[in-house]
Nanobody
Framework: VQLVESGGGLVQPGGSLRLSCAASGFTFSGYHMSWYRQAPGKERELVAFISSTDGNTKYAVSVKGRFTISRDNAKNTVYLQMNSLKPEDTALYYC????????WGQGTQVTVSS
């Protein structure tokens, strides 16, 4: 089982990034997918969630209206489009897959700074 995140980097405030998480080794379409993030000295927090059943999405209050989660079951990939980025969005972003078990990726760093 693998979850491999990509797309992180350094971006100026107000900029955009698109994170990808490529899954392998399990039936991706049957798993709920989420993005979490963890900033230095803080707990890991849920950023966005997308259901495996109906595509329903949920977002943290802090990112609602700026971030969009989506999935492509044909490509076994989940995305996080991040717009209007703020310095407080700086964190290590993790991909998460949940059904009866939980899988985590290794994370991709997002740094928002001028």
């Amino acid at each position: 089982v693998q979850l491999v995140e990509s797309g992180g980097g350094l971006v100026q405030p107000g900029g955009s990034l698109r994170l990808s998480c490529a899954a392998s080794g399990f039936t991706f379409s049957g798993y709920h997918m989420s993005w979490y993030r963890q900033a230095p000295g803080k707990e890991r927090e849920l950023v966005a969630f997308i259901s495996s059943t109906d595509g329903n999405t949920k977002y943290a209050v802090s990112v609602k209206g700026r971030f969009t989660i989506s999935r492509d079951n044909a490509k076994n990939t989940v995305y996080l489009q991040m717009n209007s980025l703020k310095p407080e969005d700086t964190a290590l972003y993790y991909c998460n897959a949940v059904r009866l078990v939980v899988y985590w990726g290794q994370g991709t760093q997002v740094t928002v700074s001028s």
